[in-house]
């Protein structure tokens, strides 16, 4: 049997792969080479706590695994995605009808460095898309900075990795712009980019916290989470962070909780 949106033949099809995440329930199709999501989306979903009603987005959503992560877990939610790249956006879409989310998500193809590409577009409560607040905001922005690393084989993990006419200040600033007052704006990316990340969101957001993603215990953070809450004045929280496998090799029990049962990460941090 064969699926296809645009141009894209999927099921069947060699370039692509079927993979399965939080434990069998997510069936999600994505490129067999290139940018392919993994464990940083999963933990992005895993930091989203919304109440029912509220509304997602994910920034530059590729084939949309974030964001179904946290709407697996939020049900009672409405997620919408941005995507720059044709081929992911499809396929973005053809995972939610494999979910079974097309009542309650929406993926727009759109360029956040040009608002001209969200003309038509509508967003929570029918409002043209870059006037709509949103209740929380996703995001796992390009990793490098332009000249910071080779561009890849594949023309969509280069742009999913290095970034282009957009540099991480101003995704971030599109994305603080983009939630509502008292709305939280949450970040997985590099440590080592901390810096720039802590820099853009305390202009607009207080109550930062800062979780560490620790490979493996005693070594250091590759990657953290950053959430922050629109308008707020509190203080940054250092908080305890997560250990993603032990000596041996093997996931801890609470990386485990997230990726296999979809667990939220804030129930294992405490």
Known sequence: MGLERGNISVEG????????????????????????AGSDAVLLGAAVEA????????VG??????GFCALHRLPECHL?????????????????????????TSVVE?????????AGVTGPGGKPFLEAGFDHILTNPPFYGKGRARSAKTENKTLAHIEGSVALPEWLQFCV??????????????????????????????????????????QSAKRVIVQGIKGDKSPLELMRGLVLHEKDGTPTAAATAIAREGAALK????
């Open 177 to 218: 712009a983009r939630a509502k007052s008292k709305g939280t704006v949450t970040v997985i990316h590099r440590a080592d980019r901390l810096g720039d990340i802590l820099a853009v969101l305390q202009k607009g957001c207080g109550r930062l916290k800062v979780v560490p993603l620790w490979p493996e215990a005693g």
């Open 80 to 104: 919408w995605g941005i995507e720059l790249q044709a081929e992911l956006a499809a396929l973005a879409r053809l995972n939610i009808e494999k979910n079974g989310f097309e009542d309650k």
């Open 267 to 270: 129930s294992m941090l405490s």
């Open 13 to 36: 099809a060699a370039e692509y792969t079927e993979d399965r995440f939080l434990g069998n329930a997510l069936s999600i199709t994505q490129p067999r080479e290139g940018f392919r």
């Open 110 to 118: 759109a360029d956040i460095g040009n608002r001209s590409s969200f």
């Open 61 to 66: 959503c590729g084939v949309g695994t974030a």
């Open 51 to 58: 109440k029912a009603g509220e509304s997602l987005l994910d």
